[in-house]
């Protein structure tokens, strides 16, 4: 439980947290994170290899971009889910919202896993999955940002990096293990049998993940800064929509703006890399006379998780040293890379096996600063009143507006140009937003959350004087 109480040496009053219960919460937060982008991840990779040819058989060049647009679909429903769940956060609390997007999440996945072929249905099976999509979209535009919201305010002011960092652990973790099923269903089935049935194997697998995520979330009480913000305010729990929107534009526009394009920049490098370089490899690079990895291997999810098992070790790194030096030049040093690095990186792609792993290096080497530290930076940019409607709106905008869709504008383009290099060219432009974006930033390293109480852990305070015969005293002289 949060207590208000002076740490010995300070005169000010702070939230003290329990360290079991913060790990609790993180835990929570970042299996829950887990499980939602699992989900929402396999599609990408199963998209060149198995989706396009069972629900746009008929397609010919064109069942790639029609299959991406299917997972760009879902991002026109992020704003909405955002619309609904960050303010219902900010009114009911953080992990009930979280539980149900986990569960939404979950159950339309498992719905995509089951859903006919084009052969079976005709042209009502895309539309199923166009419909499916949109209902992870609308569960994606709560989950996300929530999550966020949730291990900023458990995290203590001095270590908000580093636990940050873990939210998108379980996000890297999540898109790997996606990966790595579906690199093993599509390197131990044959091509009959992954069409026949393999493809759902992974969605299927969405349902445990969903059920421990959900124990956790509900398991855990609300947040510190949300609980300290009920006490002062009970009556903001009926707070309406609109009032909530305009405190937003109207005192926050400086952070919609700046957050929307750091956003931005980190989304297109993690789209561009996780959702587009899968199918790049697998079809776009063959169908333009180039070396790729060959429809239906496994080798380019191969290489997406060596590189992300890779990011895993060091993004906790990361995020610890941004708590020393500041968010600011974890993020510059992310987005210049993205500028310099950005179109070699797509020039390696199509220098055969050795050159497409070095290609993903260097985008998940660009991505990894964003990953690290972007869930420290972003809600310490609103305060409580409106931290998470906030993230949801601004995240779930940018997000459906420019990254979302970039796999399916830089396949629609690539196949209308025959010109490789559009991933380059968006990651150099995000590169751009990024720089300008850090420029105005302001640091929050170290600082409490606005609208909080200065926050720290139990493992954080000195022990407690004890008396003679060695009883710990909580206030000493009594």
């Known amino acids: 439980m949060t207590s208000q109480r002076p740490p010995p040496g300070h005169g000010v009053a702070r939230a003290v947290e329990g360290e079991h219960t913060l790990r609790r919460a993180t835990a929570a937060a970042a299996i829950g994170n887990v499980a939602e982008w699992y989900d929402f991840g396999i599609y990408s990779y199963l998209a060149g290899a198995a989706l396009s040819r069972v629900f746009f058989p008929d397609a010919g060049p064109w069942a790639t971009v029609y299959t991406l647009g299917a997972f760009a679909a879902a991002f026109l429903m992020r704003p909405l889910g955002g619309l609904v769940f960050g303010p219902l956060g900010d009114r009911i609390g953080r992990t009930r919202v979280l539980s149900m997007t986990v569960l939404l999440m979950a159950v339309a996945t498992v719905l995509l896993g089951l859903v006919p072929t084009h052969g079976a249905l005709g042209a009502a099976a895309p539309v199923l999955v166009l419909a499916i999509r949109m209902l992870q979209g609308f569960s994606a ?13 458990y995290s203590p002011d001095s270590r908000r990096g580093v636990f940050g960092s873990w939210l998108e652990f379980g996000t890297i973790t999540g898109y790997t293990l996606g990966a790595g099923v579906s690199a093993a269903v599509i390197g131990l089935l044959g091509d009959d049998d992954l069409l026949a049935w393999g493809w759902r194997v992974p969605f299927l697998l969405a349902l445990p993940l ?22 002062r305010s009970p009556a903001l729990a009926t707070m309406p929509l609109r009032r909530a929107l305009h405190i937003l ?19 297109i490098a993690n789209y561009v890399m996780t959702s587009y370089v899968p199918t ?21 999810t191969l290489l997406q998780v060596i590189v992300m098992v890779a990011m895993l070790a060091v993004i906790t790194s990361l995020g ?34 050795g050159g497409q792993l070095a290609g ?33 709106l601004t995240f779930n905008v940018s997000v459906s507006v420019f990254a979302g869709t970039a796999p399916t504008v830089i396949a629609a383009a690539t196949t209308a140009t025959g010109n490789l290099d559009w991933p380059g060219y968006y990651l150099v432009a995000a590169g751009v937003v990024g720089l300008v974006s850090v420029a105005f930033l302001r640091e929050s390293a170290g600082q409490p959350l606005a609208g909080a109480a200065p926050l720290t852990s139990s493992a954080e305070l000195p022990p407690p004087p004890v008396s003679a015969d060695g009883v710990p005293l909580e206030r000493p002289g009594e």
Request: glycine share 12%; net charge positive.
């Open 280 to 300: 790049y490899l697998t079809s776009t690079l063959a169908e333009h006379g180039e070396t790729g990895t060959g429809t239906g291997t496994a080798t380019s």
């Open 320 to 353: 610890r040293l941004s708590d020393r030096i500041g968010r600011r030049p974890v993020l510059l040093a992310g987005s210049l890379s993205l500028v310099v690095l950005g179109l070699p990186s797509v020039w390696l792609l199509r220098q055969g096996l």
């Open 249 to 267: 534009v109207r005192r926050h526009r400086r952070a919609l703006v700046v957050a929307g394009g750091l956003i931005v920049a980190w989304n």
């Open 141 to 153: 535009g709560g989950e996300y940002t929530g999550a966020l919201t949730m291990i900023a305010e």
């Open 360 to 392: 993903l290096v260097l985008m998940g080497a660009s991505l990894v600063c964003f990953a690290a530290v972007a869930p420290s930076t972003l809600p310490a940019m609103f305060p409580t009143l409106v931290r998470y409607g906030g993230l949801a």
């Open 210 to 231: 969903g059920v421990v995520g959900i124990y956790l979330r509900l398991r855990l009480e609300d947040t510190p800064a949300f609980r300290q913000l009920m006490e």
